[in-house]
């Protein structure tokens, strides 16, 4: 158990709608990180935040937005939702030394 | 810009067998390096990384890495294989000239172990 935790971890939804997924940091982290995995593409780098602050952005569409609150928990929000989006998506925490530590995911399918 | 490359998508190796996944890398200063694993239907685990200091990098469950400046790579090493072994593997890398704490990700190599 990496101690980085997400819900949902399944997630089934129709074209055009809007999700949140939800991520919580190891104890201490003050790094998200947000990825999705999917089997065409594999693990794409979305976008990070460090203590509630946006630091680096990789390629999260424009449907796409995330943030971080106070109590260090991450939501990611995706809207306008297309087949092709259908993916695992991962958060992750780090801590000082480099090294992240990855959520168990959440898998959304949309139909 | 940082970039990795895992050349392997799948490499097969009997068990009992030394087992080695390539990969290799790109960055404008030095590299912070790292190997994960990821079992099915589960998130990434961190194996090992390397920062700076020795090239040999001792890992998790009897994995270690060989960073080698002059080629760039840090393939993945385990002297004999099990078949728990079998998972797909990530190299990543960080440039650590870079302000953020963003990590490139390698495609995946599909490790198979045959029994």
């Known amino acids: 158990d990496s101690g980085v935790t997400q819900t949902p971890k399944h997630l089934i939804t129709a074209t055009g709608q809007r999700v949140t997924l939800r991520c919580s940091p190891r104890s201490g982290d003050l790094s998200v990180y947000w990825y999705q995995q999917s089997l065409d593409q594999g693990l794409q780098f979305l976008i990070q935040y460090y203590n509630g602050e946006e630091r680096a952005k990789g390629n999260i569409l424009e449907r796409f937005s995330a943030q971080q609150f106070p109590d260090l928990h991450s939501e990611l929000n995706l809207s306008s939702l297309e087949l092709g989006d259908s993916a695992l998506y991962f958060c992750?925490?780090?801590?000082?030394?480099?090294?992240?530590?990855f959520g168990p995911g959440t898998r959304l399918t949309v139909t | 810009a940082q970039s990795v490359a895992q050349p392997e998508d799948q490499v097969n190796v009997a068990e009992g067998n030394p087992l080695t996944v390539k990969c290799t890398y790109s960055?404008?200063?030095?590299?912070?390096l790292f190997w994960y694993v990821q079992y099915p239907n589960r998130g990434l685990q961190f194996l090992l990384k390397?920062?700076?200091?020795?090239?040999l990098v001792k890992g998790s469950y009897g994995f270690e890495a060989e960073f080698n400046k002059s080629q760039t790579s840090f393939h993945l090493k385990k002297p004999s294989a099990l078949v728990s072994d079998s998972a797909l593997y990530f190299c990543?890398?960080?440039?650590?000239?870079?302000?953020?704490?963003?990590?490139?990700f390698g495609k995946g190599t599909r490790l198979h172990i045959l029994p």
């Open positions: 990543a890398v960080r440039d650590m000239r870079n302000r953020d704490d963003k990590i490139i």
């Open positions: 992750a925490s780090s801590g000082t030394r480099g090294e992240q530590y």
């Open positions: 960055v404008s200063g030095n590299p912070y």
């Open positions: 390397y920062i700076t200091g020795d090239n």
